[in-house]
């Protein structure tokens, strides 16, 4: 095994902030044991945590700041008020400083994004950065993007997203030639918006060796599992996630109210209780905690900012794997082979003028 | 009661035709007994069902033709071969004559669209058509546009689908003054696309008496019931309901797993089976089935192509009700009185220049 994982953390962000923070980095600790962290945040806040996770004090390097960006800060307020002092920005420039790998923070995300933009900005060849995550599927699991950093994009924009997505899956899965679908509201040629059919166009004359461009998948092809990774710009994205977010809700409500309704429901729910709890764990969105930014100089991973430690500790899993498996050396792979054919169409207009 | 409700039926729309329209019709025409049907398409097919359905026969009027537009006909196809003599067309045409109150069809529905938007043409105001239906969600059913029928548009395109939808809500629901809520990507006010913006503070401005703005919603909000009617453009909105439709067979798929996984939990599901049945009622696709055209001079209704008998039924008492309650009236007034405010960026322009 070659060095550790070096994992920069946010201990102040979130709902919670520390109490969250380092118990659920040392369940993931527990399961990495190849990682140390970087914790930027209160002392006193977090070394009263850490006593009580030696293992994860004996792996952690903790940086005082008196400053944190609050859950309602907007991003040019927390750039001005956070800059080179939260604890925010401090575990960002440790990947920028190469202290560290990844940095994980369950901040809210506006401010997260913008100050991992101005501090990493963005690859060469991209434009603009996108936020993936895992979506749980019929057939496992799928990486979505983007899921709300950027709103809109023309088709190199949908490229680039293609290619960063399915160097996340080649991480997370395992795969050689992950399958790739653009999210549109019709599977035939000539449904959607003219940027999507010409982004098809794209990545079809591509014929990537790093990804396989199965064409248009719906809404409802995600749940289904009908491709590794799927694409579509920042606000579909975020409608479809939070669309079937709101769908599981509604469902398990219901759920819940149908079986304590009688007391033969309430009979059946006991013998059930097993078959119950494996549901619940299939639908448990703590597993699906950790969306990624992709298109930076570096790794930036988002956990839900109202997650508990167990929740937690997957983002700071997901931030694992990607360093691990190497995320930023296989998209600049892609990037610098293809990166021209992706020059934003402004940019070869420009060239050509 | 004034007179009865005149709906024209494709007998030949859907995957299977006059063997679940038919039967549909009759189990609608049970509910609402004041209907009249004309049956438009192979006559032998429907007399065949007909006489299965004294009652339904006993109101209905059937018009013979041999064309019928195909599931996949493209829809500029359908108009060439399928204008002025297929099924649907004919039944479309009838709203046109004033022979029918409303068209229904199981058909394709850029089919549909395309040969309603011919014949019926655009109300004065309004620019492009939509597609609406009603979404279950905890707190009762919801009005959801546009579903597809437009991809983009513009603030005043936005406003207009606020004030069709909050119409259909009031005819649907029985409501003075419906809720309604703009689809976005976050509830601030600086998310979101320009023309999400500038729609909310048109919405604002307008501060219409038939309907009630509350801001903008975010995905989950839909299935929480977070408005009466959730307006989108019509990318998202397909995109929105795929992904809820999808998420809800993703959890029945875990669900059926879950409970025939071990004896107990099959013995739990026996003991529990009326609340799985309350359960499935509640989640039942086909009692959301109908999908209204809106903005045309006439209404048009579109059920799910691989609906049952039950679930054309659902879309025939749809029609049903936007005839019964006015709701082109309710419409029209509302344009009539602000269809200025709502004229398209473009003829304002024109107008300046």
């Not at 002092?85 to 202290?99: C, F, N, Q, R």
């Not at 599927?137 to 490229?159: C, E, K, P, Q, Y």
């Not at 591509?206 to 248009?216: E, H, T």
């Amino acid at each position: 095994m070659p060095q550790k994982v070096r994992i920069a953390l946010d201990a102040m962000g979130g709902d919670i902030g520390a109490s969250v923070v380092i118990p659920g980095a040392a369940i993931s600790l527990n399961r990495h044991p190849d990682t140390e962290f970087l914790l930027y945040g209160n002392s006193a806040l977090i070394e009263a945590q850490l006593a009580a996770h030696p293992a994860m004090k004996a792996v952690s390097r903790v940086i005082h700041t008196d400053v944190a960006v609050s859950m309602d800060d907007k991003p040019s307020q927390a750039l001005r008020r956070g800059r080179k002092t939260s604890s925010m920005w401090l575990a960002i420039d440790a990947v920028k400083k190469g202290e560290a790998d990844v940095a994980v923070s369950a901040g809210n995300t506006g401010a997260l994004m913008a100050m991992a933009r101005f501090n990493l900005r963005t690859l060469p060849g991209i434009d603009r950065p996108a936020i993936a995550a895992v979506w749980p599927t019929l057939r496992g699991d799928s990486v979505v993007l983007d899921l709300g950093a950027t709103i809109g994009g023309d088709a190199h924009h949908l490229a680039a997203l293609a290619i960063m997505g399915s160097a996340m899956a080649r991480v997370l899965f395992d795969l050689e030639r992950p399958t790739v679908g653009l999210l549109n509201i019709g599977v035939e040629e000539v449904k959607g918006g003219e940027e999507i059919r010409e982004a098809a166009e794209l990545l079809r004359s591509l014929n990537l060796p790093q990804l396989d461009f199965i064409g248009f998948v719906e809404g409802d092809g995600i749940g289904r599992g009908a491709a590794d990774v799927i694409v579509t710009e920042g606000f579909s994205g975020n409608i479809a996630l939070k669309a079937a977010e709101g769908t599981a809700r509604q469902i398990a409500e219901y759920l819940r109210s149908a079986m304590s309704r009688t007391l033969l429901s309430r009979i059946g729910y006991l013998f059930a209780r097993g078959a119950f709890n494996a549901l619940r764990g299939k639908m448990d969105p703590r597993k699906s905690n950790g969306g990624v930014f992709l298109g930076l100089n570096g790794i930036v991973v988002k956990s839900h900012g109202g997650t508990d430690a167990e929740g937690f500790a997957y983002a700071v899993d997901v931030g694992y794997d990607m360093v691990r498996y190497d995320l930023l050396t296989k998209i600049n792979q892609t990037l610098n082979r293809h990166g021209h054919t992706l020059a934003p169409a402004s940019a070869v207009q420009e060239a050509l003028s």
